[in-house]
């Protein structure tokens, strides 16, 4: 659990230093794997004591490359080869998602295995595309854009917040506890009236 600021700086360098890049004929620190950063965010009611928790997913996808023109050979060759694999099987689910399909096949990669469960049901999914302005790269940026317009009409639904039923329970005990407390105190109190009108009507009955 990160403590501020610096710490979750430190963890970010370390997941950024664990991330796998090599040079290509089209960029010489092209990025060989994708990077995901999940971030849990727990919030509390201090006066309800009602919690709430949120996951929220930062991913930098690894770009779709055509091997015609990066030139990768051997293990530069398997990376793109697992890259493109890994978003063609992303493209599927947005595709299953956006049609409703009864089967969403989330399975088909370790990238939307992770993803599955802020990928649809009750998550939000935000999405920048990158592109080249470069008329060379024409083909990909075309690639990227109807990729962003399978997403844009992809509907997941109302998103909703997680509540934490068990700080929800403990919040409600203590406030029926509070709520007994001051009943208590006003039973006493009304008790305690009674009591001093009762003596009242005794000296008065005496004095007589």
């Known amino acids: 659990i990160a403590g501020g600021l610096e710490e979750v700086m430190r963890i970010f360098r370390a997941g950024n230093v664990s991330r796998a890049t090599s040079a290509t004929c089209l960029n010489a620190d092209s990025s060989r794997s994708h990077s995901l950063l999940r971030v849990r965010v727990r919030a509390q009611n201090l006066h309800t004591l009602e919690a709430s928790t949120a996951k929220l997913w930062l991913v930098d996808l690894a770009g779709s490359e055509r091997v015609a023109r990066t030139e990768a050979t051997g293990e530069r060759l398997k990376e793109a080869q697992f890259i493109n694999k890994s978003l063609a099987a992303l493209g599927d689910c947005i595709a299953a998602l956006s049609t409703r399909s009864a089967h969403v096949p989330f399975r088909n990669s370790k990238l939307t295995q992770v993803l599955q469960d802020s990928l649809g049901g009750e998550a939000k999914v935000l999405m920048y595309i990158q592109v080249s302005p470069s008329d060379l790269d024409a083909s990909e940026t075309l690639c990227s854009l109807n990729f962003a317009a399978r997403v844009k009409g992809t509907d997941t639904g109302p998103a909703r917040r ?47």
């Open 162 to 208: 997680n509540a934490d039923r068990g700080q929800a329970a403990v919040a409600q005990a203590r406030a029926e506890q509070f709520a007994a407390a001051a009943a208590a105190r006003e039973a006493q109190q009304q008790v305690a009236a009674l009591e001093a009108q009762l003596r009242e009507v005794e000296v008065a009955a005496e004095m007589e």
